[in-house]
């Protein structure tokens, strides 16, 4: 770690200007939470491995930001060079910056793995010290990792209706009508999974979600696919060309925001559909002469941002997060069917590994009690742990039809490891599994028809008083939050209360949301909803057709219940 950060501060040091701070974000191009193996340059250089931190590198101080859920995990992960920084207790990113660094640093980041709304916002907290954002021509991060994993050829795959429940040319001439009635004549779409929705494509460029490296334009007569060529077959490309989508080189997204911006982006495909007004054929451009061009500010990064005029900027959430969480009846008839399949998947996990426990440890057991109680550990039986558990609960769910893998690396946890919230255990250092200890797995898997994320917490052994009430105030929690009756416009955070009231009575909390969104063979994160406590939860109203976890696990993430609201 040493000689990376020893690396970069070279590199910091010959920049012109030279920087004094450099900042290394978790996300990618794209701003995912999950990034592919290539992406996880703040991991590489901090070896912090959560999904969530933000990592600065000074001349003499490095520094790694990160919420409750990776504290424990932060504070075993990082070397001693570093300094976690606990959001929420410590000072926060941006004041620290302006508060620690001299007049006038230059803190350089990479404008591709940031967002417009985080640029700035720093911008504006910076400029009280005469502080600037430089931004890097290439990521210094890049520059010195010597391995980085070379980009995946993964091919591009068109996701049947049978799933979607909706044509591409349907998404594309409702998205046209919400462009022409917030007055813009254009979007960029740069988040990965609002891609693969509005496109009904699918693919394997970053683990445990479905979707493919591109962007996507689409103006009031066009739409554009930006990803490697070398992804599309014969078959795909000419389903994009049926559809109207003019299929261009990943890179090719820079270029193509400049000629947007100026309105000279053409297509060289047809574009399909009704004029919504006349039933005549024709595009739905007719009678939109605004010039505005649509960016979620909260998705797109600062470079394609700083290519586009600024005054002729809609700067708003983009209308696809709504649509693709309002899920479709076929959407939602395949979650229930994915779910029915899985359930059965964890509780012939359940059994088996019940009947393990009983066998190798001697454990009273739950679906065979009595069979083998009190008998003493089989010292040449198989050893259980974290890791063969969860390889074992991991084969229960392949053998499901539409099986397509894991939607989240699983959390197999006994003991204190079930209070890491994003638990990740290895081969050689995790836990061997112990009936007087609890046991946690937080799971889901994806499916052509669905996306799930189930947890359960099981004791094989006596608990104690206060695991037991533990246990008890987190399912009154789960009660109260399942049976809430609500008006229309009511948020996640208004909700988030409830199942927070029987663990504060016994003085107990949990540092993370209560419920998320979840994908249609998506990613498993979903927005713009969620329960939780943070202020961004009053922007979405919960609404029918919406899915959401139901989680309130005192020392863990979310819990077993995954419910579908329907709101009258």
């Known amino acids: 770690m040493s000689e990376i950060l020893a690396s970069l501060r070279s590199l910091m040091a010959s920049h012109s200007p030279p920087l004094d701070a450099l900042v290394v974000p978790s996300e990618d191009y794209h701003q995912s939470e999950y990034v592919s193996a290539r992406d996880k340059r703040r991991e590489f250089v901090s070896g912090f491995t959560g999904s ?25 992960q990082l070397s001693v060079e570093w300094t976690l920084m606990r959001m929420g207790e410590d000072p926060g990113f941006d004041a620290w910056v302006a508060d620690n660094l001299p007049v006038e640093a230059a803190i350089g980041i990479d404008p591709w793995c940031v967002s417009v709304d985080t640029a700035q916002r ?129 890179a090719d ?84 069917k994915a779910h029915v399949r899985d359930g059965a998947a964890v509780v012939q996990y359940l059994v088996w590994l019940d009947k393990q426990m009983q066998e190798s440890y001697g454990a009273s057991g739950y679906f065979l009690e009595g069979q083998s109680a009190n008998k003493k550990k089989d010292l040449g039986a198989i050893r259980l742990t974290e890791v063969t558990v969860s390889d074992k609960l991991e084969g229960f769910r392949a053998s499901k039809e539409h099986f ?49 994320d189930i947890t359960r917490t099981v004791h094989f052994g006596n608990p104690s008083t206060h695991e037991k009430a533990c246990y008890t105030a987190v399912l009154k929690g789960h009660i109260a939050l399942g049976n809430a009756c609500f008006p229309n416009g009511t948020n996640g955070h208004a909700l988030d209360i409830l199942a927070r009231i029987p663990l504060w009575k016994d003085g107990l909390d949990y540092r993370h949301g209560t419920g998320h969104g979840i994908g249609s063979y998506l990613n498993v994160h979903e927005g713009p909803h969620l329960i939780s406590f943070r202020p961004h939860a009053r922007n979405v109203p919960l609404q029918a057709s919406m899915t959401v976890t139901d989680g309130v696990l005192s020392d863990s993430e979310w819990s077993p219940l995954r419910f579908t609201l329907a709101l009258s």
């Open 253 to 336: 997204v820079s270029s193509d925001v400049v000629l947007l911006a100026s309105d000279q982006l053409d297509s060289t495909s047809e574009v399909k559909g009704t004029d919504t007004t006349t039933g005549k054929g024709t595009t739905e451009a007719e009678g939109n002469n605004n010039d505005r061009i649509w960016v979620d500010p909260g998705s797109c990064c600062y470079a394609l941002y700083s290519k586009l005029n600024s005054e002729k900027v809609h700067m708003q959430q983009s209308p696809l997060a709504l649509a693709k969480a309002l899920k479709n009846p076929v959407e939602l008839d395949g979650l229930k």
């Open 52 to 76: 969530a931190g933000l990592a600065l590198v000074t001349k003499k101080d490095a520094r790694l930001w990160t919420d409750g859920r990776y504290f424990l995990q932060a504070t075993q």
């Open 404 to 452: 397509r893998g894991l939607s989240f690396p699983t959390i197999s946890s006994v003991g204190p490891n079930a209070a890491i919230i994003h638990y990740s255990p290895h081969a050689e250092t995790c836990a061997e599994l112990n009936p007087d200890s609890i046991y946690l797995f937080d799971s889901g898997a994806q499916y052509l028809d669905g996306t799930t």
């Open 122 to 250: 720093w911008q504006l907290t910076f400029a009280k010290k005469q502080q600037k954002l430089v931004q890097t021509e290439t990521n210094l991060v890049d520059e010195v990792w010597k391995s980085r994993p070379p980009a995946e050829i993964n091919p591009v795959v068109v996701h049947p209706i049978e799933f979607t429940g909706c044509s591409v040319a349907q998404k594309l001439k409702d998205l046209r009508a919400k462009l022409k009635n917030e007055k813009t004549r254009g979007i960029v779409v740069t988040t990965l999974d609002e891609v693969a929705w509005l496109y009904n494509i699918r693919g394997t460029d970053v683990s445990y979600c479905p979707v493919v490296h591109a962007f996507a334009i689409i103006t009031s007569n066009s739409a554009f696919l930006y990803v490697d060529k070398k992804k599309v077959s014969a078959e795909t490309n000419r389903y994009m060309e049926e559809n109207g989508i003019d299929v261009r080189d990943y």
